[in-house]
């Protein structure tokens, strides 16, 4: 079962250690490009910094993407325990960039990776994780009339609406994890759910919504 976790939002933090700064950003990210082209934004904001040094992990295809960078620190100081982060943390579709304006002082092998691992860790703690499941997506008709006690049904059951379109019947599309499919199924077909057409468009992968 594929299972994952990643980030809703952009997210900084900042830590000093003997007098270098280290600057964490992390971002939500869906492909290499958009990786790649945010990296080349944060060495321009930070243009007289002197390391960039970035981990990332990406979901696509079934299949993860990795790569991490010292960028110019000892090498295995800081891309890959950034990377080794994401990966015991089972985060993916997150790029990580944490520059550092040296303060003149060495910290040693050691003390770079405690510091990259710290400032990354304290710029995750401030943004907002969502757990990623397999899932479903369907397409959806249904008549006006019951709509809302459908839209009521998916609020409380945990089941994402979109694209709603307006025609002589509302066509509407919903997605849901794979562990809500079988009861959803269920209560169509024994009529609790007023449905005129319902058609399974594919798998995907959904955030998964806790219950309250």
Request: aromatic residues 8%; proline residues 1%; hydrophobic residues 35%.
């Amino acid at each position: 079962m594929i299972e994952f976790f990643t980030i809703s939002n952009n997210s900084t933090a900042e830590i000093v250690e003997k007098k270098s700064r280290f600057i964490a950003n992390i971002y939500p990210i869906s492909n290499i490009e958009e990786a790649e082209k945010i990296i080349k934004e944060i060495k321009k904001k930070y243009y007289d910094a002197k390391h960039h040094c970035i981990a990332y992990r990406i979901f696509k295809d079934n299949r993860i993407i990795e790569r991490s960078s010292d960028d110019g620190e000892p090498s295995g100081t800081a891309g890959a325990p950034m990377l080794s982060i994401l990966q015991g943390k089972k985060l993916c579709n997150i790029l990580v960039v944490v520059t550092r304006y040296f303060g003149g002082i060495l910290l040693g092998t050691g003390g770079l990776v405690r510091v990259y691992s710290e400032a990354e860790n304290k710029a995750i703690q401030n943004s907002r994780l969502i757990k990623k499941v397999e899932g479903v997506e369907f397409q959806i008709e249904i008549e006006y009339s019951n709509l809302e006690s459908f839209k009521h049904y998916c609020k409380i059951n945990n089941i994402k609406i979109f694209d709603i379109k307006y025609y002589e019947n509302v066509e509407l599309k919903v997605e849901m994890d794979n562990t809500i499919k079988n009861s959803f199924i269920k209560d169509i077909d024994e009529q609790k759910l007023k449905i005129i057409n319902i058609v399974e468009t594919c798998q995907k992968i959904v955030e998964m919504v806790e219950k309250n």
